[in-house]
């Protein structure tokens, strides 16, 4: 079973997005505030896309990407953000997509992209 891990800090963005993937996919997600809780829930519950805010208090999307590629775990990444101007690390080893916030069909793009490449590497 495909699980998505929706990391966001504003509750309308979290509902919005939350929504679009399950009404989109079908698939199960679950969902968190912040990069820190998405990452101790990384440590116990298996995913197999994060969408995840860059800017959040108590821990940045960049904490969950960090802890990913630190304990090698290879699971697509998007960040759903306004703030366009992130910039990802060079040596990465995760796919990973920058969507800008409230953009559903780039959203919907990446999700379908990110969750084939995904399921090719198994």
């Given at each position: 079973?495909?699980?998505i ?14 929504n ?48 990913l ?50 399921s090719?590497?198994?």
């Amino acid at each position: 079973m495909i699980h998505i891990l929706i990391v966001e800090d504003d509750d309308f963005a979290r509902e919005k997005v939350v929504n679009f993937v399950e009404n989109l996919t079908g698939l199960k997600t679950m969902d968190t505030t912040s990069g820190n809780k998405a990452v101790e829930i990384l440590k116990s519950r298996k995913f197999s896309l994060i969408i995840s805010d860059f800017n959040m208090p108590d821990g940045n999307g960049d904490v969950v990407l960090n802890y990913l590629q630190e304990n090698k775990l290879f699971i697509p990444f998007i960040f759903h953000t306004a703030a366009i101007s992130v910039t990802l690390p060079e040596q990465l080893s995760i796919e990973t997509k920058i969507v800008e916030k409230y953009d559903f069909e780039d959203l919907e793009r990446s999700i379908l992209e990110l969750l084939l490449i995904s399921s090719r590497r198994k």
